[in-house]
């Protein structure tokens, strides 16, 4: 299933810009779609509590609040193609987003 499909996932979807939580039934419109030319970023602030994407640089603002200190958080990404490649950034290079400015 891909994320935000599952009770404890959160996901934002390239075909829609929607963010998907609990069990895929609920979803807002967050953003605009993304595709295979775009850097999509995902960041949280742990003293705000929230979890923010960035497209090509640009915050889309907080997709989810509350997020509590005592979960285990899991980077992952959905891919509903084979042969699909992505190249992740976990900090060992320069972000496209400002994140010192944030």
């Known amino acids: 299933q891909l994320l935000g499909w ?3 996932s959160w996901g934002y979807h390239s075909d829609n810009g929607y963010l998907y939580f609990g069990n895929g039934n609920q979803s807002i ?3 605009y779609e993304f595709n295979e030319e775009d850097v999509v970023g995902c960041g949280i602030n742990f003293k ?3 979890v923010f994407f960035t497209l090509n640089g640009h ?3 907080v997709a989810f609040r509350f997020i509590k ?3 285990l958080l899991y980077p992952a990404v959905g891919l509903s193609h084979s042969g699909t490649v992505i190249n992740a950034n976990f900090g ?3 972000f496209l ?4 400015d944030y």
């Open 69 to 71: 200190d005592t979960i």
């Open 29 to 31: 419109q967050y953003s």
């Open 6 to 8: 599952d009770l404890n």
């Open 97 to 100: 987003f400002n994140i010192v």
């Open 48 to 50: 705000d509590r929230v």
């Open 92 to 94: 060992d290079q320069t």
């Open 59 to 61: 915050m889309q603002g």
